[in-house]
């Protein structure tokens, strides 16, 4: 069941409603996205009905969820939602595309990427600090000083941040330099990372585990949820099947039925999915036509030179094309590209949410 908070709702009708569902013997999880606060209850649901919650102060609705992924679920929310990251929307009315490079390796490679990115109709960027690598001798990231260059190239170009954490112990650290907390395909169901980004006060971008349903894809999202946070965005990212041309399978028709199921904004990533330079423009103009919310999307100025994942990254004669894609195709499906949202670099430093019940 889930308590659906009216906007101009106040911290006191909200705590009234945790401790009505307290007293009943049930559990209360408060959840705040960028438009409404939402409460989800846990216990039985036959005494919750007697307390008649429909009818307290701050109360819009109250919705019975036959899903197991409740605060996530499109069941209490009709409408999709949109997420802002840095000012930058994400949702059913925009395309939007965040591209960088795959790790952070150098300023001057960050840069010149960045400056692609921007050129290609990118308003957010990213970039990995701490790469999680199949293997414990690939290249690992620069840690602590590849987001300190995140975070002077986003006041460079003005492009917010978009960069992974992979571990709850640098989640603090991470969302101090980043306007947005990616969890990769190998984190979907690390559980303590995925409750310590929802405790913390940036939006998340969850993507599908490798090996994933698209039902234990919204579960891992609804821990997020579960700790505070409503802010997230899931990333189909493709997934294993027994072909080998391609680095994973796109699983396409993830986009719709994710966004059939949850009201939380879906991407695509057509550099991870398809792992070839060749097939990123062509999964573009797929996850558009599909509805995607956004792509994320890999450049390297010198893919020949890159530590990490080369053979997918766009170069500089892809831009145009990518550029002409970004901006043509949107518009034909209602959507438009977002500019560059303000930079905020090292913003960070908001305090984290309070986690789980209100008390
Ligand atoms: C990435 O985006 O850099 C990444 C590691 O992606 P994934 O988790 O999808 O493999
Ligand atoms: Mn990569």
């Given at each position: 069941m889930v308590v659906v908070m009216a906007p101009e709702a106040t911290q006191e009708d909200v705590n009234a409603i945790v401790q009505l569902v307290q007293a009943a013997g049930g559990e209360a999880f408060v959840s705040r996205g960028v438009s409404r606060t939402i409460v989800g209850l846990v216990g039985d649901v036959d005494e919750f009905g007697a307390l008649n919650l429909r009818s307290r102060a701050g109360v819009v609705d109250v919705v019975r969820i036959s899903v197991p992924y409740k605060l996530v679920s499109r069941e209490h929310h009709r409408n999709r939602s949109v997420i802002r990251v840095g000012g930058v929307p994400i949702?059913?009315?925009?395309?939007?595309?965040?591209?960088?490079?795959?790790?952070?390796?150098?300023?001057?490679?960050?840069?010149?990427?960045?400056?692609?990115?921007k050129a290609a109709g990118a308003?957010?960027?990213?970039?990995?600090?701490?790469?999680?690598?199949?293997?414990?001798?690939?290249?690992?990231?620069?840690?602590?000083?590849?987001?300190?260059?995140?975070?002077?190239?986003?006041?460079?170009?003005?492009?917010?941040?978009?960069?992974?954490?992979?571990?709850?112990?640098?989640?603090?650290?991470?969302?101090?330099?980043?306007?947005?907390?990616?969890?990769?395909?190998?984190?979907?169901?690390?559980?303590?990372?995925l409750q310590a980004v929802g405790s913390a006060a940036k939006p998340v971008l969850l993507k599908r585990g490798m090996s994933a349903t698209v039902e234990e894809w919204l579960m891992a999202a609804e821990y997020i949820a579960q700790r505070g946070n409503l802010d997230i965005v899931l990333c189909e990212r493709g997934i294993r099947t027994f072909e080998t041309g391609t680095r994973n399978t796109l699983d396409i028709s993830a986009v719709p039925v994710a966004q059939r199921l949850s009201h939380l904004p879906v991407i695509v990533d057509?550099?991870?999915?398809?792992?070839?330079?060749?097939?990123?423009?062509?999964?573009?103009?797929?996850?558009?036509?599909?509805?995607?919310?956004?792509?994320?999307?890999?450049?390297?100025?010198?893919?020949?030179?890159?530590?990490?994942?080369?053979?997918?990254?766009?170069?500089?004669?892809?831009?145009?094309?990518?550029?002409?894609?970004?901006?043509h195709l949107p518009p034909l499906v209602g959507r438009t590209l977002p500019p560059p949202g303000p930079a905020q670099p090292g913003a960070g430093a908001a305090p984290a949410r309070a986690a789980t019940a209100v008390s």
């Open positions: 949702g059913p009315d925009t395309m939007t595309v965040i591209a960088g490079p795959c790790a952070v390796e150098t300023a001057e490679q960050t840069l010149t990427a960045a400056r692609m990115a308003s957010l960027l990213r970039g990995g600090a701490f790469k999680p690598r199949t293997s414990p001798y690939a290249y690992q990231g620069l840690g602590e000083a590849g987001l300190k260059i995140l975070a002077e190239v986003s006041a460079e170009t003005g492009l917010p941040v978009v960069t992974e954490v992979i571990d709850p112990a640098s989640v603090e650290l991470v969302a101090s330099y980043a306007d947005m907390l990616q969890v990769g395909t190998r984190n979907m169901q690390n559980f303590a990372l057509p550099s991870h999915s398809g792992g070839r330079r060749d097939l990123v423009v062509p999964l573009t103009r797929a996850a558009i036509a599909v509805g995607a919310d956004g792509v994320i999307i890999d450049i390297h100025p010198e893919p020949k030179l890159a530590l990490c994942d080369g053979d997918q990254a766009l170069v500089d004669s892809d831009i145009r094309e990518l550029a002409s894609v970004a901006a």
